[in-house]
């Protein structure tokens, strides 16, 4: 597995696709706020017209009122002049004067046709303009602004014509056109206006001295004071202008400067005059604005929030994904991938186009005796300095993992001759140097070419495995390659394994007992239960298919059936005799991944009401030194429930002395090439030792595989306590033990 590679494929695994998701939440977010904002907005408006429309409608009532009234005072006037009450113009004065302060009038003035006259305050007036004003009235007349004749102020003039000793008149009432201020002073806005003006637009009255210049029309004095040039915004202007030519109110927003104002103008019902009432957003809607900024910022800091949350929560996954990640594949000691790793990316390889792809599957033979001869630590950097190796020498583009403890395997294509490469792996790799020592490791390579039509990582890892079994012990090979011998093994698996299950159903395995007898007496001492398939009439042994049941896990069904069948022999032959000697049953490693078989084997136990201590279970040594298995756990809960345990194959596996110390055993089983005629004298060292440590263990030994009196004479020398052999029997049918049993107790 190269270091990119490592890389490029946490990436797959992770997506980049989070930055999509936090750019898309973010254009949401963005969105959603502004058809927020915008709603918000149209709300404000909404308001801020109601707002303004209602004032101007309270203004221009109020001045309407105050109107009505001044008019009606001039009305009671005239009415009582009129009647007669009065001869002269002072008689008249005396008689209102103190009423004038009520209306707000400054003074009243009668005049005559040619604009002479007096006033309340005793001023005399001559030659009145345009006189003709007043007199064409018959109502009760109302001016616009103009100057005052006895004072610099602007004034208004009530005014009503009469009759006094036969003579044309008018009365007039004189208002200080500031004093409609005081009416129109409302001020409710910061900054704009109330304006009165004339259907015109001329200003009667602005009640906030803004405009300086006097008799100034409205609309002109927006346009230039602005300097609007902006058609769309004139056109509100003029829109407005002629509206209230055709005495219709409305509201509106215009941009003024870089300010947006609300205007609504409102009828007063008096000489078409109407209020102008301007307010600007900004004083306006202050609090309003404030509250558009806040949701806005609200808004932004709770996306950046979100945001924020996202790359971090992002982040953080990725950190852990990455964790997870080299948990799930990648081996620790290497830094290489590992079996998963290797099925994933393998099976993605299979993929490619490459031509020349191989698979190779490599075993270091014996690596559990360099553990206990070099110790861990040092076994560990052999392991480390292999992959290095491995790495170092399979071309670029190679996925090179170790697989489980011992085992490396890679996948790699090739164009050039691949013996010469694969003999460049055995050489370098079987001799290595690890902290200046150098150190020979025996290794079995298996390869297999990869052809086109290979889709599946697992059949392909099967095929490495085969071509590497068939060089496991043959040392004048360094790499074995995948072959029709093999295929014609793998199609006559392939046939087993179609046909498993059915056997088990037709009862086509059958049970054979080997005969276990004491060295001492040469008298019966048990049996060994082994099991054999009689298969169209032939009977194969299980060599042929155990280690693929092992392969396969039928082997778990297997055992339990024939742990059954034995069980029932046992209590059929109980029943019988009232005796049996301790029947040996065989059990695979197969079972140790679920501590649970336990209990099946414990239930059958009680079923036929067998006692278990009569039961052996047969471990091999090798299965006792699998790392992956917690193996004392397993074998303490046997032990816990009574069963007698036996390591058998003993002297193969290289279990350490702690370990077996440790190991709740009866029984060492002492493998049978240690009994084999050419290994006598070779291995009688090693059997010494064997019941040297059986001795110390406190445990009983068998020999196995005693075939000559020689042997047996050998096996009486050394003391071991039983012997199991074709020297005594081979295994045999059930009816035949019986016999055996009965002749040999
Ligand atoms: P094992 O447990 O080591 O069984 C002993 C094997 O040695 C048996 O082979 C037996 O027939 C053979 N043997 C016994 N005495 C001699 C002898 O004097 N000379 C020679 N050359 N061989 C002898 P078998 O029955 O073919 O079984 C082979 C292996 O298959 C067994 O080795 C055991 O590991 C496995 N096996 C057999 N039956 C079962 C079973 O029911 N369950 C499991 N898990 N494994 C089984
Ligand atoms: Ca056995
Ligand atoms: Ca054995």
Redesign the pocket.
Known sequence: MKKEENNKYINIKNGKLNVWWIILIFIIIIILSFIYIGNVKKLIYKNIYANITELSEQTATQLNLAITDQKRFVEIMVDSINRGYFETENEIFDRFKGDLGDYNFTRLVILDKQGNGTTSDGHIVKNYVNIEEFFEQSEVYLSENRPSTVSNNQVNIYSKTFELNGEDRVLMATINTQDYKNILLRRLFGKGGTYLINNEGTVLIDSFNIIKEENANLYEYIKTRYELKDKRETKKINDMAENIKKHKIGTFDIRLGNETYFIHYEKVNINDWYVVTTAANSTIAKELIMLIIISQAVCLVVTFIIIAICVYINISNQKKNKKLYTVAYIDPITLLGNEAYFKENGALYLQNNNKNKYIVSLDIDKFKALNNIYGYKFCNNILKTVGQELENILPQNSITCRISGDIYTTIFSYEKNVKKLLDKIYNKVSNIKINGTQIHLNLSIGVYKIKKEDTDINKILNKAYMARAKTKGIYDENYYIFDTILENQLIEEQKIEFCMENALKNEEFEI?Y?PKVFTNTEKIAGA?????WNKDGKVI???KF?PLFEKNKF?IK??LY?FEQVCKNLKLWKEKYGFMPIVS????KAHFTDENFIEEYVKITDKYNIERKDIDL?I?ESATIDENIDILKILNKIKEKGFTISI??FGTGYSSLSMLQSMPIDIIKID?VFIDKANLENDQNIINYIMLIAKHLGVKTIV????TREQVEFVKKIKCDII????YS??ISKDDFEEYFNKNR
């Open positions: 054979v080997q060994e239960a082994l099991v054999r042994s299980p060599g155990i082997i297997l055992d024939i049953i065989n059990v695979s047969e091999t058998d194959d049978k196995e595989g005693v075939e199991q052999g074709y020297y081979k295994p």
